[in-house]
């Protein structure tokens, strides 16, 4: 109690110190001390526990006023020597600006990098620089940051062109780069260092001081208190709910205020959860670690002195004051880098900046927060400095990398991710390289903290445990580091940078030799393999390699000297690896076909294979360069290639394709999913540049320095298939008909796979090194082989191309030379469609092909063919020439180990295959046969330049065996098989290979000087060409004419049906189409009259009155509907609704109390009900209903209810009918009657107490029961079905629980009707429909079934409930002194009131037996409406300034003296309240047009109620609209004459109206009026361009948590409010359930239903109600036309308006609840999402 007590008089002391403290005097004291550090550090020790941690919550607003006082301004008036404000200002202006932006990025700001310009994709502007300069008319890449990175204009070395914006752009004159410091006196420098010497060392002494109970010299205070706080420290290891319970148990807190504090102590890295004294304190942290220590290390817990916490905030502050005092000076800024920087007594790594570094791992989060964005304000945007602190950094990095593997906090938040400022600045990087040998030790390190290996030395992940994992991750940023170093090739190299580049490339080889042959693989033989074996670990690396791999061999090219020893290193270093495999190895001889060659004896699937040999791969990198860059042939006596040993060059990357091949041919099926993974990534696009790729090209490295025989007889004894084709009967293969099934299949496989990859090898040529050809033809024929399969879109091709370092596939430099465009609709994607000229270059052999896409690509190809009138077959394309080094490689084609191959093949098909050769071998073998013919053409056409034709397939072909066996030669074998019946298939083929060989021939026998005239041959193959075509064209019309014959009959019989079955069509009750003359035959009275819909000369049902046949849609019976029949229903989705509101501001309904019976007219919220159309019996709805809820028991139940479906109802029109006032007399009569005996009987409950005479009896008119109860003419499950709509309608729009009692039921029922015939109405004038004719059907059986269970649904409630509700409804129209609280008219939505008095009137009609027509009635109270709402347009609708007006011509000239006639009329009634207005033509149109909607609504509410067609023009959209509505209506198109023919009845009730308080309070009141038209509502506007919007985001701060930036700032469409979704600090809690704040905010917006713009995902979310959402594709497209979900991409993407359009369209129609509901059942995954956490 005691330490209370001392806070209450505490402040006063203070304040009184306080307020006599003076900076000024302060400082002018510390100008004359000469121990200047010891005066401040005895001003902190005073000051800093007095201001700071007083009480268990820190108070920010106390310290934020006292710190600057008292601590920082007498530091500021030292520093200038004058007024703080003035010498700052004077140093602003004499500074020179930077050229450097550094704007710092917060978390989610856009970033833009130039995809043209820049230097890597690091190098990134902020929103202002990218709009001020020349990169934002290229082609750029926006991205948002996590945060911490700075902008980068004005830095020469970031941009290849455009390195400044407007803004940075440097001035000329300046351009001597003058010492920042020369502008400041001598004394303020001396002064500036001594202020920024004492303030640094004091911050990081504060923040790297461990001890929890004592300070360090210089600062204990002078008073010492005895408290304490228990500090909860962040870590990466704890999740939020562990963190919450602890705190729940440890400080017994409420879960709210655990939450905040979880939140905190995620945000800052620490939170004080305890504050008193020393046991208080420990009490609680022995909890905290007790509780948090079973499964993982505990939460880390200090108890410290408050006195230590104090001065460690105020070390905080003071950095941050420090980083905003150096923006006034780059001379200030100097300095305090000279400060930082400085040594310190201990010698080497002891400056200030090191100590920072160096501690960094044992700091909290917000410490290294504010250090980091100090070093980034300070050192890094010095140029020289910044040169200096990279030094420091890469002294250190190994130590500093050492703390971040075991430290647990994310990159982002350690010391080590400040490498991406200094690494990727390449003058900065190769110093570092030259200077602080970087790139050998990055690497070292790395190698440092892989230690496990196996007996080779090779890494071992084998049973890889979680902590291993977790340390393996955060090492593998050592490799973002390395890539940073080399991300841009040097151009001119020195003899230092070569020394070291080299040095650290060994290194390198280093660490490939350990990896060189690891996770080797056995195959599994007998029993599948036990557990799976760890292969994620060595790919993950492989994949993060990858582009260093690359990058390694692009600085190799960049110079001769450096590409020829990195050579010879690679080389000693394969060799080396290679001299540990071969033991046990024997060696054997193979001879075939007379050639023989030495080799070893090794099976693939016996002994161990590794999918590992990235050394081998980089040497085929390397060998490729050699001839590329023609090192080859200009330095040969350089290069050891004399010494290679070609076969064991090909021995591994030959074991690795044959492993593929094998797992292909299904023989390691028992070694699991783990092998079929390593093969799918070798091939995958990742991975295939530096694995497949050139494990191809070292085959083909290895293969053009060897014997083409000797190579293919090494292939063929690798693949295990040797002992086929070497046998001297290989021809006749299977006479061994007992040979095993599983095994003929896999030989057959094994051959393929062979076969094909002999097609590679001699065909792909588009590696630039390999082949002659440019990087770009590379990119070109891969994008060809993509669209050969189907056209695509932007970012499938993406996808299926490598991505260089920088992110970047070169595809949009070659694609529109190859591709066409065309653009998307309102869904899909834009797609590229290949040029056709471009498909020449097809090879249906394409080795990035997969099997499928390879059969995908030959069926496309083939069809376009088919479609283009050509022959079908996909000969070999033309190749480009090989570069020297492996221009050998050609002879592999008509080498005779192949051509033995070839001939085997295709002896064996001779006969039909038994299984024992395959559809694919021969089409493989016929493949490389055109392959060797196109070779020779090309031969033959470039030899005619130098003479030399040694390539002669066609010879060689052509022979037949050697004796004894005289084999048939191949060409014979083809002529043979050309007709054999069973190969249909390869017709085409043989017969192009045949016709080639032709063309060769005849083109080697025509000497050179004569022209080759083939022109016989050719007319021939034109004759054939010409009948083909004519036989083409004959089908093609046959088959024309047949599809016209089927379609006729189809019609035919189409018409038929429709003329037998009537009834069905006319199945919806009016017609979609009235202009049919059947209703001219069923309405005698329409052809001579207007149609009406209401009143008594309205248009009935004539004659059989038709009867209304419907099929049950769940057992398909047949019924008709009758009122005392079945029940049918129709299915039906009742919600709340707020589309149509013009006020989202109005407070919620207490829904006990709320008295739904008038509609305001802002329409704040309705009932909707919508339908799909099914039509079926009400017990079938039911046992459907309940199967579908167990199914669903699982998930939340939607709300489905169904409506009934009822007749038309009957009605007699006896001849005489009362004119208006004749009819209000009788009803007010009635009325009274009415009410004076409900009153009794109210006043007979309450137990009869005699107080009788204030209620004068009335005795009741003629012909009025007041006791007649009507029967219910409506069959037991019709009743039924009425109550339960009625209750569901009730339920839902109220949110309350189901009450069949409740009066408010048909009110609710009623309001719904009202509200969705209003919405529709809206609908059709927003899609510019016309009003009847243009609805869907289930929209249209949806109202008729809706207005007319509106009319009965009075017959299953109380009927004096319903009566009384009509009598407060009309007493709102004729005021009646006797009904209390009647709202004023202009707070009455005439709409609903009309819709409510024609629905109620039934329930009163019903007791009148006196000749009265309801219909009479209807029509009354439509004038009475009208006019009502004709007197609320004109009070509230007049707009200020009178538009000229336009002439009418006289046609209207009426309707304007009226007009003014009654406005005037209105204004004698409420004075003041109404401006004057002359113009009668003006509040003609305002008339006209406020009360169109409420016409147009009216017209489909009786329509739909009485049944009567509407008449043509009300079908079209144009002229004649408002006569027609008016006479549809029965109303005079001059609506003033409803109120001047019955003037003296009108002018009281208007006297009545204009008398209600509420008019003239509304009138004055400041809340505008709601203005007739209703406009319709729109979602908001959104920005055209995407980034405007995450910029806005970007800024957009947590509400809750205190300036802190929302992770996933949410837009809501509907009303444009920013949201903080998806995080613990906004919820809040709705109904007992925590909900997000995008769910509370639907409830307050949207009635439940909210539509909103995750702006860093770039997605569209639905919500609906609390459990259900979807996400749907975003409005937002880039230039190929896809939305970029989630931001992956980065292209520029701005607003498609059509797209947002549509989702309007779904809001407006109601539709966003049926969205969700398809979304959830077409995806299951939808399903568990929580909702109601966005």
Same mark, same amino acid.
């Given at each position: 109690m005691a330490a209370v007590e001392t806070d209450r008089d505490a402040p006063s002391a203070l304040c009184s110190e306080f307020l006599n403290f003076s900076a000024k005097d302060t400082?002018?004291?510390?100008?004359?001390?000469?121990?200047?550090?010891?005066?401040?550090?005895?001003?902190?020790?005073?000051?800093?526990?007095?201001?700071?941690?007083?009480?268990?919550?820190?108070?920010?607003?106390?310290?934020?006023?006292?710190?600057?006082?008292?601590?920082?301004?007498?530091?500021?008036?030292?520093?200038?020597?004058?007024?703080?404000?003035?010498?700052?200002?004077?140093?602003?202006?004499?500074?020179?600006?930077?050229?450097?932006?550094?704007?710092?990025?917060?978390?989610?700001?856009?970033?833009?990098?130039?995809?043209?310009?820049?230097?890597?994709?690091?190098?990134?502007?902020?929103?202002?620089?990218?709009?001020?300069?020349?990169?934002?008319?290229?082609?750029?890449?926006?991205?948002?940051?996590?945060?911490?990175?700075?902008?980068?204009?004005?830095?020469?070395?970031?941009?290849?062109k455009g390195p400044y914006c407007q803004k940075h752009e440097p001035n000329i004159s300046d351009s001597s780069q003058k010492d920042p410091l020369a502008n400041l006196s001598d004394e303020m420098i001396a002064r500036t260092y001594n202020v920024f010497s004492i303030i640094l060392k004091y911050a990081v002494d504060m923040l790297t001081w461990e001890k929890e109970d004592e300070l360090p010299e210089g600062l204990e205070p002078p008073a010492r208190g005895d408290t304490y706080y228990c500090m909860l420290f962040n870590d990466e290891v704890h999740t939020y709910e562990q963190v919450i319970y602890t705190l729940q148990k440890a400080v017994n807190c409420t879960q709210k205020e655990a939450v905040s504090f979880a939140t905190t102590v995620d945000r800052d890295g620490r939170k004080s959860v305890r504050f008193g004294d020393f046991q208080f304190c420990e009490q609680a942290k022995s909890v905290i670690v007790r509780n948090t220590s079973r499964q993982t290390k505990p939460l880390?817990?200090?108890?410290?002195?408050?006195?230590?916490?104090?001065?460690?905030?105020?070390?905080?502050?003071?950095?941050?004051?420090?980083?905003?005092?150096?923006?006034?000076?780059?001379?200030?800024?100097?300095?305090?880098?000279?400060?930082?920087?400085?040594?310190?007594?201990?010698?080497?790594?002891?400056?200030?900046?090191?100590?920072?570094?160096?501690?960094?791992?044992?700091?909290?989060k917000g410490a290294r927060n504010v250090y980091h964005q100090l070093f980034m304000s300070s050192l890094l945007m010095d140029t020289k400095y910044k040169k200096l602190f990279a030094i420091q950094f890469a002294k250190n990095y190994e130590r500093l990398q050492s703390d971040y593997v075991k430290d647990d906090h994310d990159r982002e938040f350690s010391v080590t991710d400040l490498s991406v400022q200094m690494f990727t600045v390449p003058s900065l990087a190769r110093m570092l390289i030259t200077e602080e040998n970087l790139m050998t030790t990055i690497i070292r390190t790395f190698m440092d903290h892989l230690r496990h290996r196996d007996l080779h030395g090779h890494f071992q992940f084998e049973r890889y445990t979680a902590q291993q994992a977790f340390k393996f991750r955060r090492v593998q940023s050592l490799i973002g580091d390395l890539k940073y170093v080399l991300i841009s090739r040097p151009t001119e190299w020195t003899d230092q940078l070569r020394e070291k580049y080299l040095e650290g490339f060994s290194a390198f080889l280093e660490l490939l030799k350990c990896m060189q042959g690891m996770d080797p693989v056995v195959r599994q033989v007998g029993q599948h393999i036990e557990m799976e074996p760890e292969w994620e670990a060595a790919f993950t690396l492989q994949m993060k390699l990858t582009h260093i791999i690359s990058m390694m061999q692009e600085w190799c090219s960049s110079d001769e000297r450096v590409l020829i020893e990195a050579y010879k290193k690679c080389l000693s270093a394969l060799t080396h690896c290679h001299s540990g495999f071969t033991d046990g190895e024997q060696p054997i001889t193979l001879s075939m076909c007379g050639h023989s060659v030495d080799t070893i004896r090794y099976c693939v699937s016996q002994e161990k294979v590794s999918?590992?040999?990235?050394?081998?791969?980089?040497?085929?990198?390397?060998?490729?360069?050699?001839?590329?860059?023609?090192?080859?042939?200009?330095?040969?006596?350089?290069?050891?290639?004399?010494?290679?040993?070609?076969?064991?060059?090909?021995?591994?990357?030959?074991?690795?394709?044959?492993?593929?091949?094998?797992?292909?041919?299904?023989?390691?099926?028992?070694?699991?999913?783990?092998?079929?993974?390593?093969?799918?990534?070798?091939?995958?696009?990742?991975?295939?540049?530096?694995?497949?790729?050139?494990?191809?090209?070292?085959?083909?490295?290895?293969?053009?320095?060897?014997?083409?025989?000797?190579?293919?007889?090494?292939?063929?004894?690798?693949?295990?298939?040797?002992?086929?084709?070497?046998?001297?009967?290989?021809?006749?293969?299977?006479?061994?008909?007992?040979?095993?099934?599983?095994?003929?299949?896999?030989?057959?496989?094994?051959?393929?796979?062979?076969?094909?990859?002999?097609?590679?090898?001699?065909?792909?040529?588009?590696?630039?090194?390999?082949?002659?050809?440019?990087?770009?033809?590379?990119?070109?024929?891969?994008?060809?082989?993509?669209?050969?399969?189907?056209?695509?879109?932007?970012?499938?091709?993406?996808?299926?191309?490598?991505?260089?370092?920088?992110?970047?596939t070169g595809m949009e430099r070659v694609i529109d030379s190859v591709a066409l465009f065309k653009k998307p609709g309102v869904t899909g994607k834009g797609l590229y469609k290949l040029r056709p000229e471009s498909a020449k270059m097809f090879n249906l052999y394409f080795h990035h092909y997969s099997r499928a896409d390879q059969s995908k690509a030959e069926e496309a190809q083939r069809k376009i063919k088919r479609q283009n009138g050509e022959d079908s077959v996909l000969p070999p394309p033309v190749l480009p020439r090989f570069c020297p080094l492996f221009a050998s490689l050609v002879n592999i084609l008509q080498c005779d180990v192949l051509l033995g191959i070839l001939g085997a093949v295709l002896q064996w098909a001779m006969e039909p295959s038994g299984g024992h050769w395959s559809e694919s071998m021969l089409q493989r073998v016929l493949h490389l046969i055109g392959m060797g013919l196109v070779e020779e053409q090309q031969h033959l056409l470039s030899s005619a330049e130098d003479n030399d034709t040694n390539f002669n397939f066609t010879l060689k072909i052509s022979r037949p065996g050697e004796a004894p066996a005289n084999t048939p030669s191949i060409l014979a074998l083809l002529e043979t098989l050309q007709n054999a019946p069973h190969l249909e298939v390869h017709k085409d083929m043989i017969r192009w290979i045949l016709k080639t060989v032709a063309n060769i021939k005849t083109t080697r026998e025509c000497t050179a000087s004569a022209p080759p005239s083939d022109s016989s041959g050719h007319s021939q193959e034109e004759t054939v060409r010409d009948k083909d075509k004519a036989e083409r064209k004959r089908k093609a019309e046959m088959a024309r004419l047949r599809r016209e014959k089927i379609m006729a009959q189809m019609s035919e019989m189409q018409r038929h049906f429709i003329n037998e079955n009537k009834e069905l069509f006319q199945q919806s009750l009016e017609e979609l189409d009235p202009s049919t003359s059947s209703t001219l035959e069923h309405s005698p009275s329409s052809c001579d009259s207007t149609l009406f819909c209401v009143g008594p000369r309205r248009w009935r049902a004539g004659g059989s009155d038709r009867r209304q046949m419907v099929t049950c849609i769940l057992c398909q019976e047949e019924q008709e509907i009758r009122i005392d029949g079945k029940a049918m229903v129709l299915a039906a989705f009742v919600q709340r609704s707020t589309v149509m509101s013009k006020n989202r501001k109005r407070p919620p309904?207490?829904?006990?109390?709320?008295?739904?019976?008038?509609?305001?007219?802002?329409?704040? #919220? !309705? *009932?909707? /009900?919508?339908?799909? $159309?099914?039509?079926? =019996?009400?017990?079938?709805?039911?046992?459907?209903?309940?199967?579908?809820?167990?199914?669903?028991?699982?998930?939340?139940?939607?709300?489905?209810?169904?409506?009934?479906?009822?007749?038309?109802?009957?009605?007699?029109?006896?001849?005489?009918?009362?004119?208006?006032?004749?009819?209000?007399?009788?009803?007010?009569?009635?009325?009274?009657?009415?009410?004076?005996?409900?009153?009794?009987?109210?006043?007979?409950?309450?137990?009869?107490?005699?107080?009788?005479?204030g209620v004068n009896d009335c005795p009741p008119p003629d012909g009025f029961k007041l006791d007649y109860t009507p029967k219910n003419p409506y069959s037991s499950?019709?009743?039924?079905?009425?109550?339960? #709509? !009625? *209750?569901? /309608?009730?339920?839902? $729009?109220?949110?309350? =629980?189901?009450?069949?009692?409740?009066?408010?039921?048909?009110?609710?029922?009623?309001?719904?009707?009202?509200?969705?015939?209003?919405?529709?109405?809206?609908?059709?004038?927003?899609?510019?429909?016309?009003?009847?004719?243009?609805?869907?059907?289930?929209?249209?059986?949806?109202?008729?079934?809706?207005?007319?269970?509106?009319?009965?649904?009075?017959?299953?409630?109380?009927?004096?409930?319903?009566?009384?509700?009509?009598i407060r409804l009309l007493a709102a129209l004729v005021p009646d002194p006797r009904v209390e609280n009647t709202p004023c008219i202009l707070d009455?939505?005439?709409?609903?009131?009309?819709?409510?008095?024609?629905?109620?009137?039934?329930?009163? #009609?019903?007791?009148?037996?006196?000749?009265?027509?309801?219909?009479?009635?209807?029509?009354?109270?439509?004038?009475?409406?009208?006019?009502?709402?004709?007197?609320?347009?004109?009070?509230?609708?007049?707009?200020?300034?009178?538009?000229?007006?336009?002439?009418?011509?006289?046609?209207?000239?009426?309707?304007?003296?009226?007009?003014?006639?009654?406005?005037?009329?209105?204004?004698?009634?409420?004075?003041?309240?109404?401006?004057?207005?002359?113009?009668?033509?003006?509040?003609?149109?305002?008339?006209?047009a406020g009360i169109l909607p409420y016409l147009r609504a009216a017209a489909l509410f009786f329509h739909y109620l009485n049944g009567a067609p509407a008449p043509p023009e009300l079908h079209t959209l144009g002229v004649g609209e408002w006569e027609a509505l008016c006479g549809y209506l029965c109303l005079p198109s001059n609506l003033l004459q409803l109120f001047y023919n019955n003037r003296e009845l009108m002018e009281p009730l208007l006297h009545g109206w204009c008398s209600h308080p509420g008019v003239l309070q509304g009138l004055q009141s400041s809340v505008a009026l709601i203005r007739f038209p209703r406009e319709s509502n729109h979602l908001i506007e959104l920005p055209g361009d995407y980034s405007a919007l995450i910029n806005q985001a970007s800024s957009f701060t947590c509400p809750k948590s205190g300036g802190d930036k929302s992770r996933a700032p949410t837009l809501c469409l509907v009303c444009g409010a920013m949201l903080c979704s998806q995080s613990y600090c906004c919820q809040s809690e709705l109904e007992g359930v925590d909900v997000g704040a995008c769910t509370a905010h639907t409830f307050a917006c949207g009635a439940g239903v909210g539509i909103f713009l995750r702006v860093r995902e770039s997605q569209v979310l639905f919500l609906a109600g609390k459990t259900k959402g979807c996400f749907y594709a975003p409005p937002y497209l880039d230039d190929y036309g896809e939305t970029d979900q989630g931001l992956r991409r980065g292209n520029p993407l701005h607003l498609c308006q059509e797209r947002y359009r549509k989702i309007q369209k779904l809001w407006r129609q109601h539709s966003i609840t049926e969205e969700i509901g398809h979304a959830q059942e077409a995806n299951q995954t939808l399903v568990g999402i929580d909702w109601q956490h966005l």
């Open positions: 400082a002018a004291k510390w100008l004359q001390v000469s121990n200047l550090p010891k005066e401040v550090y005895q001003h902190l020790a005073c000051y800093v526990p007095k201001i700071y941690c007083l009480g268990p919550n820190l108070n920010p607003q106390n310290e934020d006023l006292l710190a600057p006082l008292l601590l920082q301004s007498p530091l500021e008036w030292y520093l200038c020597g004058e007024e703080p404000s003035v010498g700052l200002a004077k140093l602003e202006q004499n500074n020179q600006p930077s050229q450097l932006c550094g704007h710092v990025f917060k978390v989610g700001e856009p970033t833009y990098s130039c995809r043209e310009c820049a230097a890597d994709p690091t190098c990134v502007l902020c929103m202002q620089c990218f709009l001020g300069s020349v990169h934002k008319e290229h082609r750029y890449r926006m991205t948002t940051s996590g945060g911490g990175g700075f902008c980068d204009c004005g830095d020469t070395e970031a941009w290849k880390r817990v200090q108890v410290m002195h408050s006195s230590v916490v104090a001065h460690q905030c105020f070390a905080l502050k003071a950095l941050t004051w420090l980083g905003q005092i150096i923006r006034y000076s780059d001379a200030l800024r100097r300095i305090l880098c000279q400060v930082g920087l400085q040594r310190g007594p201990e010698g080497e790594n002891s400056s200030l900046v090191d100590t920072l570094m160096l501690c960094d791992s044992k700091m909290w999918i590992h040999l990235p050394l081998s791969r980089l040497l085929a990198g390397l060998h490729a360069l050699l001839s590329k860059t023609e090192v080859a042939y200009r330095f040969p006596e350089l290069l050891p290639l004399s010494e290679l040993s070609p076969p064991m060059l090909i021995e591994h990357p030959l074991r690795c394709l044959v492993l593929c091949a094998q797992v292909h041919a299904g023989m390691w099926r028992r070694n699991g999913f783990s092998l079929v993974n390593q093969i799918y990534y070798y091939h995958n696009v990742k991975c295939r540049v530096e694995m497949f790729d050139k494990d191809l090209s070292m085959l083909q490295a290895g293969a053009s320095m060897m014997d083409p025989n000797h190579f293919l007889m090494i292939m063929l004894s690798r693949f295990e298939l040797y002992h086929i084709f070497s046998s001297a009967d290989c021809r006749k293969r299977y006479n061994r008909e007992n040979a095993n099934k599983d095994v003929v299949q896999q030989n057959n496989t094994l051959i393929e796979e062979m076969l094909h990859l002999v097609i590679m090898i001699v065909g792909e040529r588009y590696t630039a090194g390999v082949g002659q050809v440019e990087c770009f033809d590379e990119i070109r024929r891969e994008i060809v082989h993509q669209l050969c399969i189907r056209p695509m879109a932007h970012s499938e091709l993406v996808k299926a191309l490598p991505e260089n370092e920088n992110k970047e309904h207490n829904p006990d109390k709320y008295d739904p019976l008038f509609m305001h007219p802002d329409l704040s #919220f !309705g *009932t909707h /009900t919508g339908s799909c $159309g099914h039509i079926m =019996h009400s017990h079938c709805w039911q046992r459907y209903f309940e199967a579908v809820q167990a199914k669903e028991q699982r998930r939340q139940q939607r709300l489905r209810v169904h409506i009934p479906l009822l007749p038309l109802t009957k009605t007699s029109c006896s001849s005489e009918q009362p004119d208006l006032s004749q009819w209000l007399n009788i009803t007010s009569l009635q009325m009274k009657a009415l009410l004076s005996a409900h009153r009794k009987a109210k006043a007979a409950d309450a137990d009869g107490v005699d107080d009788m005479d499950t019709i009743k039924e079905m009425l109550t339960t #709509f !009625g *209750t569901a /309608t009730y339920k839902v $729009g109220l949110k309350v =629980h189901p009450n069949e009692q409740d009066p408010r039921v048909p009110i609710m029922c009623w309001g719904s009707c009202a509200y969705t015939i209003q919405s529709i109405e809206r609908l059709l004038v927003d899609e510019e429909k016309p009003l009847f004719g243009s609805l869907p059907c289930r929209q249209d059986d949806c109202l008729s079934s809706l207005t007319r269970f509106g009319s009965a649904c009075w017959t299953v409630s109380s009927h004096a409930t319903v009566q009384n509700h009509f009455i939505d005439m709409f609903h009131l009309l819709v409510s008095l024609v629905l109620s009137h039934p329930a009163v #009609f019903s007791l009148d037996s006196s000749g009265l027509s309801a219909d009479t009635a209807q029509l009354h109270f439509l004038h009475l409406v009208t006019v009502a709402h004709i007197v609320q347009i004109l009070l509230s609708s007049v707009p200020e300034e009178v538009q000229m007006e336009q002439e009418s011509g006289g046609a209207e000239r009426e309707e304007e003296e009226k007009v003014c006639m009654f406005y005037n009329t209105l204004r004698t009634h409420l004075g003041s309240g109404l401006r004057e207005v002359d113009s009668g033509w003006h509040l003609w149109c305002c008339v006209k």
